[in-house]
């Protein structure tokens, strides 16, 4: 099973994670990224994209096939949401919304197999995106998946210290917008910039994978000089709109307009 956990491979080396989110739930849009390399993870947004749990199994499968680990995030805490994620062959699940330890601690549970957790037991697809027998799976998921939780409230920056210390967390990914919008303060702010800092901090401290949302490559590249481990690039959506601005601008002769949505 570890010769396919791409992302948790790479960062026990070391090396960073760099991926993008997918919002379209095509099999053929995230094969083609993927296709030029470079990326050890994808997420598959199902909270704000259009992906859906019926899409779960054959995107995972594609991308896990393409030599990227599928992180599926889910739209909401929530033990079957998670469950589903898993057993469609997720090689982790982002959680949104995680404001406490508690919080944090509930969502490991959730991810592990009794006696470590609660998971329930049904391992018939999930053993696909590995290309392991459905007896290995078990055996080795506790140990092979990410439990990964989005620190993005005003609530989390201040727990950000016991939620980092939960055992059995894998990492902290900050969603920037979100936490703008739930600190009340604007985005790019002296306070937004600490809250960052204070959770890459914790992450650090804590021994455990400090991740973020990033619209570009220039943000991309800026957070991980900053120490960050994992981050996302660009998202499919955005990409495509922003192409076709800019190829639009060139036929007419006109300034690129500024980007329609920083997502």
């Not at 508690?102 to 697809?125: C, N, Q, T």
């Not at 996302?232 to 800019?246: K, L, N, Q, Y």
Request: negative net charge.
């Amino acid at each position: 099973m570890d010769k396919a956990t791409y992302l948790r491979n790479a960062l026990a080396k070391k090396e960073k994670g760099i991926g993008f989110w997918l919002t379209f739930p095509h099999p053929s849009i995230a094969k083609t990224i993927l296709a030029g390399g470079g990326f050890n993870w994808v997420l598959m947004d199902a909270e704000h994209g259009l992906i859906t749990d019926s899409d779960y199994y054959t995107l995972a499968n594609h991308i896990a096939a393409s030599g990227a680990s599928p992180i599926i995030r889910i739209p909401v805490d929530s033990e079957w949401q998670i469950k589903r994620a898993l057993d469609a062959g997720a090689h982790g699940v982002m959680t949104p919304m995680c404001h406490s330890a508690e919080d944090a601690a509930r969502i490991v549970s959730w991810s592990k197999y009794p006696p470590l957790g609660s998971r329930g037991y049904g391992p018939m697809f999930c053993p696909h995106t590995f290309n392991v027998a459905e007896a290995t799976y078990p055996t080795q998921a506790d140990n092979s998946l990410l439990v990964i939780v989005q620190i993005e409230s005003r609530k989390a920056i201040e727990n950000v210290e016991a939620i980092a210390a939960v055992p059995g967390l894998d990492v902290l990914f900050i969603g920037p917008f979100d936490l703008s919008k739930q600190m009340n303060v604007q985005f790019g702010s002296d306070e937004h910039e600490a809250a960052i800092q204070k959770t890459l901090k914790a992450a650090k401290s804590a021994g455990k994978t400090a991740a973020i949302f990033c619209s570009n490559g220039a943000q991309a590249k800026e957070r991980l000089a900053q120490g960050f481990d994992m981050v996302s690039i660009t998202t499919d959506v955005g990409s495509v709109a922003a192409e076709f601005d800019r190829q639009l601008a060139a036929t007419l002769g006109v300034e690129v307009g500024q980007a329609r949505s920083a997502y």
